[in-house]
T-cell receptor, first 113, second 108 residues
Framework: EPEVTQTPSHQVTQMGQEVILRCVPI?????FYWYRQILGQKVEFLVS????????KSEIFDDQFSVERPDGSNFTLKIRSTKLEDSAMYFC???????????FGPGTRLTVL | RKEVEQDPGPFNVPEGATVAFNCTYS??????FFWYRQDCRKEPKLLMS???SGNEDGRFTAQLNRASQYISLLIRDSKLSDSATYLC?????????FGSGTKLNVKP
């Protein structure tokens, strides 16, 4: 069964450093997403991406964040200068079509020290 | 007002029980609706989509009431493996809004 994969599973970084989280969506999916979940809180939408551009983003997704599809398979989330409050689980998801079910990767746990 | 609201629970039920969760959403223009389950420190996994006509998948039944803006999930004959947090998800213009989840504990 095809699945979304994410690397690394756990990333530890110092405050102010840049991190790149990587995702490989399901191969025939066209819509890609990033979410975050702070420990003990709900899953929060960050950004959706389609046809090589951002289609929607939330208030959380400020200038510190960027997304990219550098090749035909990877989808990345970059945080330019990490803050302590960026510590969270980051989930990538993909869907075949807009408004369809989304399938989630296993997540990357980001810890900012 | 929150986009999606759920009773956080926990719901503690014995094996074999029937349990129901409700969820309300604020945006009447929402297009699609889902139930996901999330185990501790894992990713959300799709349980089922929710259609206006209602839909059933084995022991699970989902209903959507657009007029009242609520979604329900019914689990019959609960199993120990059903213990998880159940997330109500609403799609507004390609943004997925998650509820905080309802925790279910199924006891032997």
């Amino acid at each position: 069964e095809p699945e979304v994969t994410q690397t690394p599973s756990h990333q530890v970084t110092q405050m102010g450093q840049e991190v790149i989280l990587r995702c490989v969506p399901i191969s025939n999916h066209l819509y890609f997403y990033w979410y975050r979940q702070i420990l003990g809180q709900k899953v929060e939408f960050l950004v959706s991406f389609y046809n090589n551009e951002i289609s929607e983003k939330s208030e959380i997704f400020d200038d510190q964040f960027s997304v990219e599809r550098p090749d035909g398979s990877n989808f990345t989330l970059k945080i330019r200068s990490t803050k302590l409050e960026d510590s969270a689980m980051y989930f990538c998801a993909s869907s075949e079509a807009q408004s369809d079910e989304q399938f989630f990767g296993p997540g990357t746990r980001l810890t900012v020290l | 007002r929150k986009e999606v609201e759920q009773d956080p629970g926990p719901f503690n039920v014995p094996e074999g029980a029937t349990v129901a969760f409700n969820c309300t959403y604020s945006n009447s223009a929402s297009q699609s609706f889902f139930w996901y389950r999330q185990d501790c420190r894992k990713e959300p996994k799709l349980l089922m989509s929710v259609y206006s006509s209602g839909n059933e998948d084995g022991r699970f039944t989902a209903q959507l009431n657009r007029a009242s803006q609520y979604i329900s999930l019914l689990i019959r004959d609960s199993k120990l493996s059903d213990s998880a947090t159940y997330l109500c998800v609403v799609n507004n213009f390609n943004k997925f809004y998650f509820g905080s989840g309802t925790k279910l504990n199924v006891k032997p």
